[in-house]
């Protein structure tokens, strides 16, 4: 696969999850400084670009071979990981904080992914919150 480029504010750095989805999925990515951008953009080979870091992930998820069900799933399974992936943010949230890892937390005491039975988008973008911390 041709190497994409990943333009973002000049003064952040590449979201977390963007990085681990195109690391997991074998997706070489460039990412490029740009002083007037505010989400992500992503430049497609073919100079098409996508914005905004849940529509990235979703499609680095979506196209990867390596991992096959990071994102492509049924309906359902599809819902739920678009529902913790905008669930996420939460975790951001100073006051929210405890109570979004008390509902994660409890839900992985019974299961080892956050959606279906194998790792998903989902997972990575709840990790990335985490880790950002």
């Known amino acids: 696969m041709t190497e994409l ?3 973002v504010a000049s003064d952040e750095t590449a979201p977390l999850s963007l990085l681990a989805v195109a ?3 074998a997706v070489p990515l460039t990412v490029h400084p740009n002083p007037i ?3 992500p953009v992503l430049v497609l080979t073919n100079g098409t670009k996508l914005r905004g870091v849940n529509v990235l992930v979703r499609y680095l998820g979506r196209t990867s071979t390596t991992i096959p ?4 799933r049924d ?9 913790y992936e905008e669930y ?4 951001s949230i100073g006051s929210e904080y405890e109570g ?5 937390d409890g839900y992985l005491l019974h299961h080892t992914f956050l959606v279906g039975q194998s790792l998903s988008v989902a997972d990575i973008v709840v990790w ?3 880790a950002g911390r």
């Open 23 to 25: 690391g997991l999925s």
């Open 5 to 7: 480029k990943l333009l």
């Open 88 to 91: 996420a943010s939460i975790f």
């Open 128 to 130: 990335s919150y985490l």
């Open 37 to 39: 951008l505010t989400p």
């Open 75 to 83: 309906a359902l399974e599809t819902a739920q990981i678009d529902e």
């Open 100 to 104: 979004a890892c008390k509902y994660v």
């Open 69 to 72: 069900s990071l994102y492509q």
